[in-house]
Every structure is written in structure tokens, then in C-alpha cells.
Antibody, heavy 117, light 111 residues
Framework: EVQLVESGGGLVQPGGSLRLSCAASGFTFSSYWMSWVRQAPGKGLEWVAN????????YYVDSVRGRFTISRDNAKNSLDLQMNSLRGEDTAVYYCARDDRYSWEFWGQGTLVTVSS | QSVLTQPASVSGSPGQSITISCTGT?????????VSWYQHHPGKAPKLMIYEVSNRPSGVSNRFSGSKSDNTASLTISGLQAEDEADYYC???????????FGGGTKLTVL
């Protein structure tokens, strides 16, 4: 059974940093692109970033490029999102998801990030 | 403001059919067959309903179908059931800048 479990969310002040992690199991992690997708309170879904199987390609939504860094450790079946210079508009539930057939069939349950003073 | 345009809400009675539209441009919806649709109940993980415009993942009811014409994709739900009440999002690959763009979401109410 495919499982994705996010962790690392919490309350952080504007300008602060937070690192999210996603533990993957039930599939060959190193064979798939992986993504982070978020949903701000009362808003829709927004793709944040994704990373190629070997980590050699990474892509970001314009609003986080230069502040967020996606990475992965295939030996540990782990996906991370380092978030720096956080802003109020980064407040959201962050989901990790497995890229497959140009879509995301498997998602974690999400972790809440709140940026507030 | 979302890149892809969806109606904010649609409604229908049990047993009826509804269609949700998703309008983009030739740089996203119109340029690629990489449109997907997600059902989202608040507090839960989104669920993939349609991928690559018109394909259903294993386990998704055949009451759900997808199509595309020019720059507009559509999700049709036939034989509406109470459990279909949720938010629905379309998503498309985009050729420049942000690689993946979502619609703003459509709230489906089953009357």
C-alpha cells in the first residue's frame, strides 16, 4: 500500500524557516517524480514544487522560487521542503504527492504551516 | 486569481448529470493532454478522478468522465449521488514558468 506521511508543520514567524518532510513507503520511491502541493485557508490547491527521480531537476511555482528548496533522499525514501523567508501567504496545508501519468494519484494527509507573529 | 478558470459552484439533484468546465490557454489546457481532475473533501487528501484528460484511475466510478475541446476541459458526473458533494479542481501542465496550474475549484452541491 502506497503511503505518504508529512511532518514538520507548525507555527513560525514571518521571515522564519521551516523544513517539511514526507516519508514514503509501499512503492519504489526512486522511480517517481515527487511534488509538494498546498492549500491556503479558504483557497484552492496550488502546486509548489517537484523533483525528478534522481534529484537532478527541480521546478518551483514563481511565488516560492528562491525561498523554498525541494530535495529528496532515495536511500531513506524521504522528500523534503526547506522553506525560508516565510510570509503570511505561505500559510497553508502542505501535501506531498507522487507524480504519475502527469497527475497525482497518491497524496499524504497534509501538514499545516502557519506563518504569523 | 487562478490560471485556469472554473465556475465557483454547480449543483444538481440526485440522479442528474452535471458538467464542470475548466478554461485555460494554448499554453496549458489547449497545448497538452495533461489535464487532471481532483475531488477534495475538506480535511482530507485530494482524490484523483481523471488523468490525461479522459482516463479514470482504477477504482473511480465510471460516472465520472473527462473531455477537452480547444482550451477548455470538462468533467462530467452522471447519476449524481450525495457522496459526490465536494470541491473539484482541474489541473494542467503549463509550458512556461509554473509547470503545473490549478483551477480555482468548483463546489458541487447535491440538492
Amino acid at each position: 500500500e502506497v503511503q505518504l506521511v508529512e511532518s514538520g508543520g507548525g507555527l513560525v514567524q514571518p521571515g522564519g524557516s521551516l523544513r517539511l518532510s514526507c516519508a514514503a513507503s509501499g512503492f519504489t520511491f526512486s522511480s517517481y517524480w515527487m511534488s509538494w502541493v498546498r492549500q491556503a485557508p479558504g483557497k484552492g490547491l496550488e502546486w509548489v514544487a517537484n523533483i525528478k527521480q534522481d534529484g537532478s531537476e527541480k521546478y518551483y511555482v514563481d511565488s516560492v522560487r528562491g525561498r523554498f528548496t525541494i530535495s529528496r533522499d532515495n536511500a531513506k525514501n524521504s522528500l523534503d521542503l526547506q522553506m525560508n523567508s516565510l510570509r503570511g501567504e505561505d500559510t497553508a496545508v502542505y501535501y506531498c504527492a507522487r507524480d504519475d501519468r502527469y497527475s497525482w494519484e497518491f497524496w499524504g494527509q497534509g501538514t499545516l504551516v502557519t506563518v504569523s507573529s | 486569481q487562478s490560471v485556469l478558470t472554473q465556475p465557483a459552484s454547480v449543483s444538481g439533484s440526485p440522479g442528474q448529470s452535471i458538467t464542470i468546465s475548466c478554461t485555460g490557454t494554448s499554453s496549458d489546457v489547449g497545448g497538452y493532454n495533461y489535464v487532471s481532475w481532483y475531488q477534495h473533501h475538506p480535511g482530507k487528501a485530494p482524490k484523483l478522478m481523471i488523468y490525461e484528460v479522459s482516463n479514470r484511475p482504477s477504482g473511480v466510478s465510471n460516472r465520472f468522465s473527462g473531455s477537452k475541446s480547444d482550451n477548455t476541459a470538462s468533467l462530467t458526473i452522471s447519476g449524481l449521488q450525495a457522496e459526490d458533494e465536494a470541491d473539484y479542481y482541474c489541473c494542467s501542465f503549463r509550458s512556461s514558468g509554473t509547470h503545473w496550474v490549478f483551477g480555482g475549484g468548483t463546489k458541487l452541491t447535491v440538492l
